[in-house]
């Protein structure tokens, strides 16, 4: 219990030094408005019971903005969030914390579960073993106090598999409707609960094949099948419960005007056979329209989303993305316990047949499953955003682990002093990483400082560095002229940041002044620098370059349209105002793409948490890379790379 709590204590002050991370602010929110409204509008996509437990605090203390705001009424979660935490008098690094704390509590949770299940099958040595893997593993020190989904839905696929297996081994109306209740709210806890489904169904049959032969067929197939009725109903009756027994995902009094951000038209497009389903289930508000809403969302953006792996770009991802995350963001000493004990594994199905050890094995089988199905899913999947859609296979390698709780014997001094060397090497680790444990990268990978030419988003840069960032200028270049491309929905400005702001995603909060650049010190985020989410993502190409040398003269004219209003109304003669900033827009983004194509291969001065890169440029250095032609660009990098004489 105290390491478990002792890991939660470890993940919720290491963020005391961190920003909003990106998904964090419509968490909240949308927790929010569900809490004290009763409208499930705002981000559907995400689970309702970990948006809800994260909000609580902020729900007890805080109203609010006006619902009569175009934001709100467009369910625009980003602007609306942005409105909500930075635009009114309110301890915002306050509530962020208090709901980072909430989800800690699922995080020792999940670690406490670790703990038994070891105990279970490994005795007491082999518990705090798995127990102390989890509590120092950088992934969940990372995400285990963000206030996102991930950790709470890792926390109930382990909590289902578990109770639906011991269900099935040990018949009673308790641990029925144990089972039953945790398979409803994993279904309120993120979308990839449907997973679920596939493996309750492969443990049954596992279940089944145990039985037959005692008990013959009939009777366990009845029994099964009153069983997942009951679960069905109960997780059916749950998710009714969080969405308020009512199918429409507005609140009858705020309605008027209100909408989904994106229209269901458009989220079932191209959508295929699913399409006609989502349609038919609407039609019988068989559940809440704001869960099918969220489901239909969740399986639109799956289809593509861009993607950066190695220096590669793909919408549709890779197939290696996950067992790369996996090597490289996994402790290189846990890594080596996982091929030992893979080792150790062969060796004995060798000494002791497949059938002996298939045996053994049936006790794990909700383990085994629950890690083989997600990792066939994982490998499939279109999105490929994040090592943080794997955490839930990362308890299954820390229950096995605890096998080796047996070696930790006088006894057997190597085999012990082996698996206490690794285990001390791997908190070792992540003492070094903190505060930074998003950014871990093992030596593989070439360490957190060269995390950003491997991966980006949610695995390494989500906007969490902003504080460390302003602490940073504020030492190294307080008068100098500072530019800042940022990823995340933090705010510099409330961090203390003053920047002139390059492109950003999100785009909230005030809009961004046009401006020319200049020599300064240019700090980017990776992901922004990566440019993994931009239409101009990639290679420069001859196109791209032809149609920025178009726009590039314009720069002058555009630059005087928005500072001088007598300017402005001469030149919305030759062209209306919509044509102007779309011009600005386009011109600005292959600026942006041209700059981070040098910035690429220049040094960086520092790298803030790992994720925001500074660069200090000269004059010169600004003129080629931004206004100068392909060749000076071109010359520029090749002396940029090439090695000092």
Known sequence: MLLALAHAILAVTATTEKSMTSDEIAHLIAGHSYNTLDDYRLQP??????????????????????????????????????????????????????????????????????????????????????LALFAFCPAFLAHGALATSDVVMTFFFLAAVTTWWRHLEQPGVGGAALSATVLGLSCVSKFSAVLLGPIFALIAVVWLAGRVQRDGWRAPLLRLARSTAAHVVAAGAIIWIFYGLRFEAFAPALADGASFNHGWGWILQDMGWPRTLFIQLRAWQALPDAFLYGSAFVLQFSQQRGAFLNGDYSLTGWISFFPYTFVAKTTLPFLLLILVGVVAGFRSVKASGIRTVLTRLRPFTPLLILFGVYWATSLTSHLNIGHRHILPTYPVLFIAAGAFGTWLDFRRPFAALL???????????????????????????????????????????????????????????????????????GDPTHEGIRATRLPALPEVGPARPWHPLTAGVYCVSATMLQHVYSSVRGNWTLEREAEYQTLRPLEALLLAYQKDPIRRAELLHD???????????????????????????????????????????????????????LKDWSALIERTVAPPP
């Open 45 to 130: 996509e995400n689970g309702n019971l970990p948006q809800r437990w994260a909000a609580l605090p902020l729900s007890l203390a805080a109203p609010l903005p006006p619902t009569a705001l175009p934001d709100w009424k467009t369910a625009d979660v980003w602007s609306y969030g942005h409105r909500f935490f930075y635009d009114q008098a309110l301890p915002t690094d306050r509530f962020v914390f208090a709901g980072r704390a909430m989800i800690a509590l699922f995080s020792a949770a999940t670690g406490l579960l670790v703990f038994f299940h070891s105990r279970t099958h490994f005795g007491w040595r082999g518990a705090f073993l798995s």
């Open 419 to 489: 698996v206490s060397f690794l285990t001390f090497w791997h908190v070792t680790e992540s003492c070094l990483i903190r505060p930074h444990y998003l950014a871990y990268f093992n030596s593989v990978a070439g360490g957190p400082s060269n995390g950003w030419r491997h991966l980006v988003d949610s695995s390494l840069d989500w906007g969490q560095d902003l504080p460390g960032l302003a602490e940073w200028l504020n030492r190294h270049a307080k008068n100098e002229q500072a530019f800042l491309a940022y990823f995340g929905t």
């Open 575 to 629: 062209a209306p105002e919509v044509k102007w900033k779309t011009a600005w827009k386009r011109y600005e983004l292959l600026r942006f793409a041209r700059l981070s194509h040098f910035l690429r291969v220049k040094p960086a001065i520092a790298n803030i948490g790992y994720s925001i890169l500074v660069f200090r440029l000269s004059a010169e250095e600004v003129a080629a890379a931004t206004g100068g032609s």
